[in-house]
């Protein structure tokens, strides 16, 4: 590959990755299992990347891989949200909801009471 020759989007956004992460290119070459040598193959050579480098800059860097691929429009890095914090935001707005339910039941009943007030909560 002609060394001029315009980077695919993918090492583009690979190259974003390590800048936005601030790490050495060694480091940041071994957090995908790549050494030195092949991930400047890949950097300026226009080398494949390795299916198991796609596969740790998912698991490892929680990348969103359509980011990488381009598909998603972002000058900066886009991280798959964290499965557990999505469950933790679910939960937190189910219990939410039965809350304001709640409130909603209370103020009822408060209203029940001041408009009739011989009737006893437990009726």
Do not use: C
């Amino acid at each position: 590959m002609d060394k001029n020759a315009a980077k695919s989007i993918e090492v583009q956004r690979i190259e974003s990755l390590e800048f936005f992460l601030g790490w050495t290119k060694k480091r940041f070459a071994e957090s995908l299992g790549l050494s030195a040598s092949n991930y400047s193959k890949i950097i300026n050579n226009g080398m494949a990347v390795p299916a198991k480098a796609l596969y740790l800059l998912q698991s490892v860097h929680n990348v969103n891989l359509d980011w990488i691929y381009g598909k998603i429009e972002s000058s900066k890095p886009v991280f798959l949200e964290d499965k557990e914090e999505n469950k933790v935001r679910e939960l937190e707005r189910k219990l939410m909801k039965i809350q304001e339910e709640l409130l909603d039941y209370k103020t009822r009943e408060n209203e029940k009471l001041k408009n009739n007030p011989t009737v006893s909560a437990g009726q």
